[in-house]
Each structure stands twice: as structure tokens, then as C-alpha cells.
């Protein structure tokens, strides 16, 4: 018997394609956002690709694309652009990825120095098929950023690595200058929005960076408007608090498809201010807070604020 697999048609999303679509209010004023066409957009879009390169800007549908690369700012997903985790939320294509590139990391340091990025954030897919999660390839990648561009600040931003014993330990010893890892959502939620994922699980991992490096900036997110209350994510903030996490940020969940989560709800901009005001009150050396607040935007400048924060306490 043969069979034939048709990769070209393949739906983005096989686990979702068959769930009954899931209906969203309609977008409010203030979460809308124009449509890129800057030189400095096509500029960027013609550099990754070039390099052959990913960006999480592109496969999660970011809504600051035009934005951030206008600036010639752009966040790498390495390791391909198909996970192996099937989250509500997310936009990024689903199933089976194919080898690592081993000439990728040397990719994203050539791309680095064409952007003349001052910080950039590399991020990327859940590789669970892999050993190490992909720890060792994220080293790799910091390793080649550093050798092009000496200057330039770097922020990871990494998947949870569930079940991978030593890979935290390897990206650390890499020496990024920020260590992200999203919790994305408040715990009561993780079995509908995070299936594959366990939220204490990435609270540890986030607690083990500063027991590793305590001078290495943390930082974690979460999406509102998914069906949370209010109290659930103020505990998400004393737990962040408790793993000693310096950056918070909290944006609006906006929808990819109807196949998946919808929005309960668009929380206004004068919620996530007051969400602002606690979290700094509770500790935390940087928040950023705001409808379309997402872990890469104004990534550089945030860093910057983020070092003269330290340094003021």
C-alpha cells in the first residue's frame, strides 16, 4: 500500500480544522491598526528573506508588523516555522517539523548585522521532538549573534522545555542579556488555551534562570480578554513576583481563525493601565501594559528602560 501525503494543501492547523468556528466581538477602535506598506517593511520582508529566515512577526500574525519593521525591527523564529504543541491561541503552523539548519544560526547573525540591530529577540517554535528542546541550537544562534555583532543586546525568547533536563541550563550558560518565557494565560485556563503546556512548570523554569545567572533580566507575558477575571491575573503577578521575574507584559488576545479561541472580551486601554500601576506596586523593574503590547514591541527600547531601572534601585 502506498500512501500519499499531501504537504502543499496541508491545513495550517490539522488539529483545529474540524472544531465548530468560534465566534469574536467585533475589534474595537482602538485595537486597529494600518495595514504595512513602508519602504522600510519591504526592506526588512527582502533581508529575512534572504536568509532564508522565519520571523515570528509573520507566522503569529503580529499586529505591530508594519510598525516594527518600518524600523527594521524583526523577531527570528528559528528552528522552522511548524510546532509541535497545538495552543488555542496561536497562529503558528502545527505538526510534525522537519531537521534543524545547521547553517540557521549563522543566518540570523548575518541578518542581525544587515537590520543593524542594536537588541534583537530570537525566538522560536516548541521543538518536542528534539532531545534538548532546541536548547542547543538557541545557544548556537546567541554564539553567532555575538560574533557579528558584538555590540548588540540579545533577548530570547523560549519555549518551555517540558521534560528537557539541562536545557535551561545550556541557554543560560549562552549568556543572553534577557530571558523570556511567556506563561501567556492565568492557570485555570492552560487545559483549553495551553494544553501541552504546564503553568508551574513554566514558573519554575523562569525561577531556575535567576537561581542559574541572578544578574540575567527575566521576563514573562500573558494575553487578557481570553475569560480571566481580574483576580487571576493579579495571582499571576505574585507568582511571577515569587520567581523574581523583573519584566511583565499583558496585551489583548486577539483571535487568528474562528478554529481558534475566541475573545470573551476587548479589555479597554484603561484597564491595562491600571494593570500597569499594581504590577509596578507588586515590584516589578518594567511593565508594559497595553491593547497591543506584545513580547517583542519596542523590545530595544524597553531594554534600555529595563537596565536603567536596575540601576536606579
Request: hydrophobic residues 40%.
Amino acid at each position: 500500500m502506498t500512501v500519499v501525503l499531501d504537504l502543499v494543501n496541508a491545513p495550517r492547523h490539522p488539529e483545529k480544522a474540524h472544531r465548530p468556528d468560534s465566534a469574536s466581538p467585533p475589534k474595537p477602535d482602538w485595537i486597529r491598526v494600518k495595514a504595512p506598506v513602508s519602504k522600510g517593511y519591504a526592506d526588512t520582508q527582502a533581508i529575512v528573506r534572504a536568509n532564508k529566515l522565519h520571523t515570528v512577526c509573520e507566522e503569529a500574525g503580529c499586529p505591530n508588523i508594519g510598525e516594527c519593521w518600518e524600523k527594521k525591527h524583526a523577531t527570528f523564529m528559528i528552528m522552522g516555522d511548524t510546532c509541535t504543541r497545538a495552543c488555542a491561541f496561536c497562529n503558528v503552523k502545527t505538526g510534525l517539523p522537519g531537521a534543524l539548519d545547521a547553517h540557521e544560526p549563522e543566518h540570523v547573525g548575518e541578518a542581525t548585522a544587515k537590520l543593524g540591530l542594536a537588541h534583537i529577540v530570537v525566538t522560536s517554535v516548541d521543538r518536542d521532538d528534539l532531545a534538548d528542546g532546541g536548547a542547543q541550537h538557541f545557544a548556537q544562534t546567541i554564539a553567532a549573534i555575538r560574533q557579528r555583532c558584538p555590540s548588540t543586546t540579545i533577548e530570547v525568547l523560549t519555549p518551555d522545555f517540558l521534560r528537557k533536563q539541562g536545557a535551561v541550563e545550556a541557554v543560560v550558560a549562552a549568556k543572553p542579556d534577557v530571558f523570556n518565557h511567556n506563561l501567556e494565560t492565568v492557570p485555570s485556563l492552560y487545559r483549553t488555551v495551553r494544553p501541552g503546556a504546564r503553568y508551574f512548570h513554566s514558573l519554575r523554569l523562569l525561577q531556575r534562570v535567576k537561581e542559574l545567572d541572578a544578574a540575567m533580566f527575566t521576563k514573562s507575558g500573558i494575553m487578557v480578554g481570553l475569560g480571566e477575571t481580574r483576580n487571576e491575573v493579579l495571582q499571576v503577578m505574585d507568582d511571577l513576583r515569587s520567581a523574581d521575574v523583573d519584566f511583565l507584559t499583558i496585551g489583548q488576545y486577539l483571535q487568528p481563525t474562528r478554529k481558534h479561541a475566541a475573545v470573551a472580551r476587548f479589555v479597554p486601554p484603561d484597564e491595562f493601565k491600571a494593570l500597569e500601576t499594581i504590577a509596578y506596586t507588586k515590584g516589578f523593574l518594567m511593565v508594559s501594559a497595553s491593547p497591543l503590547t506584545r513580547s517583542s514591541h519596542h523590545a530595544g527600547e524597553d531594554f534600555a528602560r529595563l537596565k536603567a531601572a536596575r540601576q536606579a534601585r
